[in-house]
Structure formats: C-alpha cells, structure tokens
C-alpha cells in the first residue's frame, strides 16, 4: 500500500487509514473487543499501518482497545489521536495527551488533533492561542510529532498557524457532504497541509446496505443523526442508485466506490475508513490499488435523482395533476425498491446496470422534428391497412393526422389526454401499474414519462381498423426516452392495436415503456409488437393487463433485431370467464441480448391462460425466459399452459430458461415446461436423404421451428411480412432492421 506524507511533519500515513470510533462499540451498537482486535490485525496486515482514535472515542475505550491490538511492537503502527474540546485550556490539554499515551502504550501520539473548538457543545470558550501553546509543547517534548485540526474553520487554521505550524487537516467529507471544498481544501492545497477527511461512506449510508425502513437500535449513534433522518437517508439512496451502474463496471461495491472517489479527490490525502470486523477491513481495502477513470469520477457528481429534481418544472408542464401528482410518490418507490434493478429474483438473469451507466441525454420538452415524420418512415408492411400514429422518443408526433375513428373513440397524445379527459383519465391512469409494484422500472417510468399514446374504444364500439403506434427513435446524440401508453377498452368494445419499434438514427437509445391496458367486461383485444431496432437500441418495455369477466387478450411479442431488450408482461385475471394467450417468437445473433419476464395472475375462477415463446439464438446471443404463472386459492377450474422452447445455433449462445407456477388451488389443470436443444439431426437426415442440400434443410428446420407461433398472427399482410423477415434473418440476408438507415456494426 502506498505512504502519504503529512505536510511537512514527515510523518508518513498509508493511503487508506482505519477508523477507529466503533471500537469498544458503545455508540455504534455494540462491537466485541477481541472482533475489533482481529479487524486492526488484518488491517496492518493488508498494508494500512494507520489508526485514528480519540479520547472521546467510548470514554476513551477505543484507545485501549488499540494499546491491547499492538501490545509487543506499538511503533510499527502510525497512530492519531484527538482531544475533547472541554481539554482545550493549556494544562487540560496536556493531561488529556498523557491519558491518551497511557491507554496507547505509546510513548509519542504521530498526530493529535484539536477535536472541535472549545465552545462547541456547549463549552466554554478558550482562546485558540492557549491550546496552540499547549500542542507547541507537546510537539518540542517529543510527545506528539504533528499537529492537526478537525472541524475548524479557515479562519481559525489562520490563528492556529500564528502560533505553531498545523501539518493535518481532518474533515467530513464524501460524495453527500462536500462543504469543506469551498475554502477549506483550498486553503490546505495552498498551504501544504495534508487533509484527511472521516466519513467517506457517510456512516455507512453509501455502502448500500440500508433502505429508508432501516432501524437502528437506540444505543447506535444513527438512531438520531441527522444524517439518516428520512428526508437525508431518501436522498442518499436516490444517489445509490446513480453509483450502482459505475460500481458494476469496476466489479466494485458501492462502498470501495465512494471510498475511492475521495481517495481521487484533488487534495485528499487519505481516508479514515471505520471497520468494525476484519472483513469490513479488508472490503474497504479493495478501494486501493486501482483507478476510476475521470470520466466516471466526474459521472458521480450528477444523477437521475438531480435530474428528477432540477427537472421536476419541465416534467409537470403541460401535464394534468393526476400525472404530475404520482410523481413523487414514484420516484421515491424506485429508490426504495432498490433503484435500477440487479441480482433481484425477477432480474436474476440479467444485468442492466451497465446501460444505465451510459451518458445518455434525456429531453424533458417535446422536441419539433425538422422533417415530416410520415414522409420519412414508411411501413414495409405491403397491403397493411390500419390506422398510423407515431411516437418519436417517446412523445406524440405533432404531425400525426386525424384518425378516420367512430365518433366517440379516442386515439391521441397520452399528454393532451391527461388535460382533455381529466375524469377517464384519473379513472385509469397508473391504476393498473401502480408505483408500489416490485419493479422499480416501473416506478421510474411514472416518475418520469410525459407523453406516449392513449386509446379509448367505449362501451359497445368496435375498432374495425387496426390501430398501428409506431414508436420511433431519432436523435442527434444518445438519448434516454420515457413513453407511457393508456388503453382502454369499454364493455363488449374490441380493438386490435400493432406496435412496431424502429430507429432511424445511428445513436444509442435506452427506452423506458410502460402500457396499462384495461379491458371492461367481454372486450376483446389483439395485441401485436414487433421490435426491430439496431444494435444500439435497448429497451425496457412494461405491459400491464387487467382483464375484467369474460374479456380476451391475446399477444404476440416478435423480436428481431435490438441491443439488450427486457420484456415484462402482467396480466391479471381479475373476474370470471378472463382468457389470456401470450405468444413470442426472438431471434437473435452477435451479442443481442432479450429477456423476457411474464407474470399471469389468475385471481378469480374459470379463467383460461395460455403462453408459448420460442427462440432462436446464434453466434454469441443471450435469452432468458421467466415466466410465472399464479392460481389465487379462490381461482378453481383454472386452465393455463406455459412453454418455453429454445434452439440454440452455437456453443457460445446461451438460453436461461425458468418457467414457474404458484397454485393455491386443487381444482385446476395447468402445465409448464421448457427446453432447449439443437437442430434435430434425424430430422436433418431425412430431410438429407430426400436430397435437400444442408443448408437448405438447416432453414427449414428453423423456420418451421419459428412458424409455429408467428402462424398465430391473425393480420395475414403482418403475418407475411415476419415469415419474410425471419427467413431473411434466419438466411443471415438481414442485417440491419427494416426502415433502419443505418447497417449495424457492433
């Protein structure tokens, strides 16, 4: 471990040094003697031969607590030690110093400190000169060899130095409390004295491992800190989740990176670091021997929770007070849901840290395209006929033109829905995806989302042309985009709604998507989604279905072409007769990754569900498959099936394949399973003896394989143009997705 010199003193310190306050364990909870033993122990032997103690540590405790640990050879350890700021008068001070030796076994403290000024707390004042004095003398005896300060100001180091020369400046300092970096670093940088701040983990609140919930027991000094009051502790959490991303990227946890971002500061000496077990120890010890790139360094000072707050203005302009008012509520959900997700059971096989650890852009106003958005995109889709709408980034396109729709449904911006529709709106609206559900995505969204689609199909009314919301991604840098939808179906009402996912920019992208739908009493609703995006595209999409008595939703989910894309589908079963059929279909090659997560809720009785993804997945691609299934102990004679089925095309692709059902009823007949394989060599033979070349046997194995569930697409034109799609892909002819402008090369 490196060594750090202290001002001019030449006393050297190692790059890290270990706090010592818990020691002896009164104010932080309760620590054992022969614990804090072991921790020092493993200290000294992972390299830091630095401690940092004070008599008002435990009444002194933590002092001998050290005297015991280094009994046989006290000066192999560089030790500090600080004074009670009611020892501030001359004699006073010197006492205390002898105490502090004592209890040390030490004939000599390396630095002592000034702990606070003497009036702080209450006490009475001593003029500054008078202890000086104190410590000048101690320093020509040979009892001390550095003088510091901890908790001064600038204009009280002025005074001290008049005196005798102060070597050693020890702060508060972390990533949350950053005040000693308007004068007093400046001032220590220009005068060559060494600064040594406490707290680089804010008492533990950056180490991640406390939520908003966490109690501390009343002989614990956080039980009434300021710091971890509830208004303190949810800011600090929402940071959390901005250094999660940059953490995983060092394979780093979240404390060793707030450790090391001090250690980085310009300035900074070294960090006093507490550990109260050596394996705290040694896991702070993992901040030293590596580098944050500037880069990173620089990513901590801002976050979603500072774009969220000094955003907030332009996230509730144009937007109704029933969206505007759920923000708050949401955000503050994220944060206790653990921010981003990762390593949780429903993300356990996928990792999207890094792609939030990206310097994306994020626009919170509506931005006017320069070009007409419907002569630029034009769907491939032959002989399609439905009703166009376009998103771009996320928002209502200003340039959609009217719907030819009956009279009394409504198709447009989820924004302009939100001021028009106040009442149907405040009916629905984040109702079906509400903020306290697990997935903090979710809860993201709702803080953060402004516009998307709304549908409104009435009581009664059939949608006869198929509503198209085609989502479109163009920018000129990379962006993060927020869109949510609304649609709700009314009694009897049907609608079928295609929504297809296009970029038309070379940028990265990360969309975050939410959709409720609402389907009212024997409504019926087909659903289709093809997304087909190149490779820097990523998405989270998030479908939230209640289904109501005898209501009907059928899915199918095509997954083309995209960077890391993450599925989640919920459907509720709320009442009786509710039938649910979910079908998807992903092929995949490079390095694209899909994940898709479904979870169907069977609540009442009499409810059908059925569910079938297949995959197919070549070169270096990754899938995962989650499904899971729930029967309430009031849904009897439930029918569902789940499958999941997989073809793997290399040795380098991989499939995680977890399908679940929950029962709590007897009177049901459900199924699940999965498999994943490769192609059928006694199929391959047959089809060989028949004289087909392999290569064309191969195909038309995979795409028989695919067929089976795209021949459940009921719009023929759509259902032609993925047959034709997925033979190109399958084929290797397409690389790039459809109306992308761009050939994709990562």
Not at 210 to 239: G, H, M, Q, W, Y
């Amino acid at each position: 471990m490196n060594m750090k010199k202290l001002g001019t003193s030449g006393v050297q310190v190692s790059e890290m040094i270990l706090g010592c306050w818990v020691m002896g364990g009164a104010q932080w909870g309760g620590a054992d003697d022969n614990e804090s033993i072991r921790a020092i122990h493993a200290a000294y032997d992972a390299g830091i031969n630095t401690l940092d103690t004070a008599e008002a540590y435990n009444d002194g405790y933590s002092e001998s607590i050290i005297g015991k640990a280094i009994q046989g050879h006290p000066n192999d350890y560089v030790i500090s030690s600080k004074a009670l700021n009611c020892h501030s008068k001359y004699d006073q001070l010197k006492a205390a110093c002898e105490n502090s030796l004592k209890r040390l076994g030490r004939d000599y403290l390396d630095v002592y400190f000034l702990h606070w000024p003497s009036h702080f707390y209450g006490g009475k004042k001593v003029p500054l000169e008078e202890t000086m004095a104190a410590m000048s003398e101690l320093k020509k005896e040979g009892k001390i060899r550095a003088i510091g300060l901890s908790n001064f100001s600038v204009e009280e180091f002025k005074i001290a130095m008049e005196v005798d020369r102060v070597d050693v400046y020890q702060p508060p300092f972390n990533i949350l409390w950053r005040r000693m970096e308007d004068e007093n670093l400046p001032y220590c940088i220009e005068n060559g004295i060494s600064v040594i701040p406490y707290s680089p983990i804010a008492q533990g609140l950056l180490s991640g491992k406390f939520s908003i919930d966490s109690v501390f027991p009343d002989n614990d000094i956080r039980s009434n800190t300021p710091l971890f009051l509830p208004e303190n502790r949810i800011k600090a959490l929402e940071l959390i989740e901005k250094l999660r991303p940059i953490a995983e990227k060092y394979r780093k946890t979240l404390a060793q990176l707030a450790i090391k971002w001090v250690m980085q500061f310009p300035g900074i000496t070294a960090p006093i670091v507490g550990g109260r077990t050596d394996k705290q120890v040694l896991e702070n010890v993992g901040a030293c021997g590596w580098k944050m790139e500037q880069s990173d360094f620089e990513k901590i000072n801002t976050d979603l929770a500072t774009l969220f707050r000094e955003g907030r203005a332009l996230l509730d302009a144009g937007n109704s007070a029933v969206m505007n008012g759920c923000r708050e509520e949401a955000f503050r959900k994220f944060v206790d849901l653990g921010g981003i997700p990762n390593k949780q059971e429903d993300y356990i096989y996928l990792n999207l840290l890094p792609l939030f650890g990206k310097d994306y852009n994020v626009v919170l106003k509506y931005i006017r395209q320069e070009v007409d958005m419907n002569e630029t995109f034009r769907c491939a889709v032959t002989d399609l006929v439905t009703t166009p709408v376009l998103t771009v980034n996320g928002w209502w396109f200003d340039g959609n033109p009217a719907a030819e729709i009956p009279e009394e449904v409504v198709i447009c911006g989820l924004q302009e829905a939100s001021v028009k529709y106040p009442d149907l709106f405040a009916k629905h609206y984040n109702h079906y995806a509400p903020v306290a559900h697990r997935d903090g995505l979710v809860a993201l969204n709702t803080a953060f989302a402004q516009d998307g689609v709304f549908v409104y199909v009435p009581d009664d009314v059939v949608l006869e042309c198929p509503l198209q919301i085609i989502n479109l991604l163009r920018a000129k840098a990379d962006l993060m985009g927020f869109q949510r939808n609304l649609i709700v179906l009314g009694k009897n009402a049907r609608a079928t709604v295609l929504v297809c996912d296009h970029t038309l920019s070379e940028h990265d992208f990360l969309i975050n998507n939410t959709t409720e739908v609402y389907l009212g009493p024997n409504a019926h609703m087909e659903y289709y989604q093809v997304q087909n995006q190149h490779l820097g595209a990523s998405q989270i999409n998030s479908l939230f279905v209640s289904e109501h008595r005898n209501s009907t939703f059928e899915s199918n989910l095509v997954t083309l072409y995209g960077g890391t894309i993450r599925n989640n589908m919920y459907v509720a079963l709320n009442e009786e007769g509710g039938e649910c059929h979910l079908y998807g279909m992903y092929i995949q090659d490079k390095k694209q990754i899909v994940d898709n997560f479904s979870y169907i809720d069977h609540i009442a009785p009499h409810c059908t569900s059925n569910e079938h993804f297949k995959g197919v997945l070549d070169d270096a691609a990754l899938a995962n498959f989650s499904g899971c299934i729930r029967v309430r102990p009031d849904a009897q004679k439930t029918e569902a099936y789940q499958a999941n089925n997989n073809l793997l095309l290399t040795d380098t692709a991989r499939i995680n394949a977890k399908p679940q059902l929950i029962i709590d009823a007897d009177d049901v007949k459900c199924s699940h399973g999965a498999t994943v394989g490769q192609i059928d060599e006694e199929a391959m033979f047959y089809l060989r003896s028949r004289g087909i070349s392999p290569e064309e046997a191969r195909m038309m194995m995979m795409f028989g394989f695919a067929h089976d569930i795209i021949r459940r697409v009921k719009l023929e034109p759509l259902r032609v143009k993925i047959d034709d799609l997925i033979d190109k892909r399958l084929r290797g002819e397409l690389s790039k997705c459809y109306n992308c402008i761009m050939q994709c090369k990562k």
